[in-house]
Every structure is written in C-alpha cells, then in structure tokens.
C-alpha cells in the first residue's frame, strides 16, 4: 500500500479537489509508449497510403536536383533561390507524412485523459534535481516498470522482426538478380511493411502501458484519511476561519442596525432589558417593520441612539418582549400584533402633534399576553 512522508497508509481514492490541483500542475496521465506508436503508425501508414506518389514525385525532385543548371554559373547571386525553391519542393512532397505525423500527436494526449495546459507546470522545480529523489525513482518501482517496459520492447520489436524476415529470406536473396529500379522499388515496400509489423508490435506495448500509466497516476493521487479530513475542513471551512466570518457579519449587520435606527418610528422598550424600533411609511409599507432589535447592552445602546436622534420610546413590556421573539429585523411585524402596534404609533402620532395646555395623549392597554399565539386586542 502507499505511503506518504509521514508514513500513513493512502487508502482513500483522490478527491475531484486533488485531481484538479494535479491537472492544474501539469500532472496528467501521459503514455510515451502510446505517443511512440502513434506517431511512428500514422507514418508509416501514410507512406504506404501514398507511397507510390511520394516516390514519383520524389524522383522528379531528385532528377531536378541533380541536373546542373549551367546558367547559375553566370549568375551565382541566385544559387541561394535556387536552392530555396529546391528545399520549398521538398517540403511540399513531405507536406502529407508531415501533417499526419503532427496529427498523430494529439492522438495520445486524447486517449489518456484530454488535453490539458498548464502555467505552472512551466515553473521549474528544483526537486527534480535532487539526488536521492532521482536514486528513488531509478531504483524504485517506477524503475522497475521501465526495466520491465524495456525488455517487453526489445522481446516485441524482434520477435516481429523476426517473425516477418524469416519467410521473407528468399524474396530477399532474388531481389540480388532484379533490375536496380524493381529491386529498389520491392525493397521500400519490403522495409514498409516490416515497419508495419514493428509499428503492431509497439502498439501491443502500449496497449498494456497506457491503462498502467492512468493506474500509476491515480495511485500517486491517492490520500491518506488525515489529507482527507483536512481537504473537506478547508473547503467547507475551517472553525475558526467560519466563526471569524460569523463575527464580522454579526458586527455588519449591528453596524447598519444601528445606522437604521435614526429612521424609525418609535423605539418600544421594556425599560431596561429588550428595545425594539419600528418603522412605517404609509403606502409604501403593507405593515410596520422592524430597524433593530436588541437585549440588554444592545437594548441601551439603542436607546442612547434613540434618544440622540429624537426617535420616541414607548415603555411597553409585554410587547417589547413578543416583538423581539417573534418579529426579525428588515421584516414585517406579525399580523398578531398589528393592533397593538397600530395604537403604539397612533399615541407617538398623537405626542407628536400635543401642545403644552391641552390634555397630554395617554397610551391605553395594548391587551399584549406573552405566549398568546391567537392575537393581540386593544
């Protein structure tokens, strides 16, 4: 079983997380043996595809190569075009082999898992030159598989050499008494085909490595239960990080309370312990709603504000109490206590326009029960 630095045991399967971060690197699942294979097939395919044109057009490029042009000796200042266009034909005979060739390159990296480019994979990494790391890995597992991927190599490669020469030896021996263009001609076609059979060859090797090298790189992935545990407190969140976070949105929503407090209404309180503000704009509002809230500490705090603004207080306990339970801040009101409340801003209402010499307004029972969940009468 795998283990890592510390020496626990990896026996959980890489998260969607790790892998994420492993591509992101530039770790990825690659197979040189596939690569190798469909580069070198897709050559020798295209050769036996389009050999006969290539080689047509190959020998009237040689022949145009090998004719001296007697006019460049009077003018050697074009040799160099000359030589430009000779190359320029060359290429254009090679374009197909080329472009199947560069094909073949995204074959592999497709198979194995998708294409995948990454910066930081660019960054060098000064582990890598380390000794002892490169002993590891040279003796290691990993060595042992690439001795082991050597020697598979060396037993496929000649024994479909060998299995394609050895009934071939008399078409080799006659090849000796043909005409040098039809002995050429069959000895390409021969060298092809023996390709062929080495490219079959090779591809039964990568067949074994490519689904060992995606089995190799998982196992490399793999986690012990304590990287685990650490990867899901850090993508749900550390305790401390949450609780901070908790904090500092608690001391955010004080902060707007307490700037909402100078719009409100009335600030009914129970004289010392619970404040609640409401605000209501007729028209604009279904019902009163609640700016602040708070018990103890925060109640005096919003009565200090309260008073600094002018904001009218009500002592009224029973209701101050019910509307801290059961009403939030930035909500309605219950529907239960629309009337008690509903006389509440009728009597600041009244105090508002109250003049020294004439009756002052009296707040009458609200009829508020804590613990009635039927409703509230005036």
């Known amino acids: 079983m ?20 492993a591509r992101e690197k530039g770790d990825v699942p690659r197979s040189r043996e596939l690569a190798t294979v469909a ?21 009237d490029w040689m022949r145009g190569a090998m ?18 266009e000779l190359l320029l034909g060359l290429l254009l005979i090679l374009a ?3 472009i199947a060739t560069l094909a073949a390159c995204f074959v592999a990296p497709a198979v194995m898992g998708g294409f995948n480019f990454a910066t930081k994979g660019l960054v060098p990494d000064l582990k890598k030159l380390d000794p002892l790391a490169g002993l590891k890995r040279i003796y290691g597992p990993e060595g042992l598989a690439e001795l082991l991927k050597s020697l598979l190599r060396v037993l496929l490669v000649g024994g479909a050499a060998t299995l394609f020469l050895w009934p071939a ?20 076609t021969f060298a092809l085909w023996m390709l062929m059979a080495t490219a079959a060859a090779l591809l039964l090797l990568a067949l074994a490595d490519a689904p060992y090298q995606k089995w190799n790189w998982r196992r490399k992935l793999m986690m012990t239960r304590q990287e685990l545990r650490e990867e899901m407190k850090e993508s749900e969140g550390r305790p401390e990080v949450k609780g901070r976070i908790r904090q500092l949105q608690h001391e955010m929503s004080q902060r707007r309370m307490m700037e909402d407090i100078p719009t409100a209404d009335v600030i009914v309180v129970n004289p010392t312990h619970y404040a609640v503000a409401l605000k209501y704009e007729g028209g604009a509002m279904r019902a009163p709603r609640v700016v602040a809230k708070g018990i ?39 529907v239960k206590l629309y009337a008690a409340v509903a006389q509440v801003l009728s009597y600041v209402y009244q105090l508002r326009d109250w003049r020294a010499g004439t009756p002052q307004p009296q707040l009458a029972d609200l009829g508020v029960v804590e613990g009635d969940t039927g409703g509230a009468g005036a």
């Open 96 to 98: 197909p082999l080329i």
């Open 67 to 84: 004719s001296p042009d007697l006019g460049l000796l009077d003018n050697p200042q074009h040799l160099f075009g000359h030589f430009g």
């Open 39 to 59: 580069v070198f097939g897709a050559g020798v395919a295209s050769l036996l595809a389009m050999g006969g044109g290539v080689t047509a057009r190959a020998k």
């Open 169 to 188: 030896m008399p078409r080799l021996r006659a090849m000796l008494h043909e005409p040098l263009e039809r002995a050429a001609a069959g000895g390409l």
């Open 296 to 334: 103890d500490e925060m109640a005096l705090r919003i009565r200090e504000v309260g008073r600094q603004h002018r904001v009218a207080l009500v002592e009224a306990p029973p209701l101050a109490r019910v509307l801290y339970r059961e009403a939030e801040i930035g909500q309605e009101i219950p």
């Open 2 to 21: 795998a283990e890592n630095e510390n020496g626990q045991e990896k026996t959980e399967l890489p998260s969607e997380k790790r892998l994420r971060d």
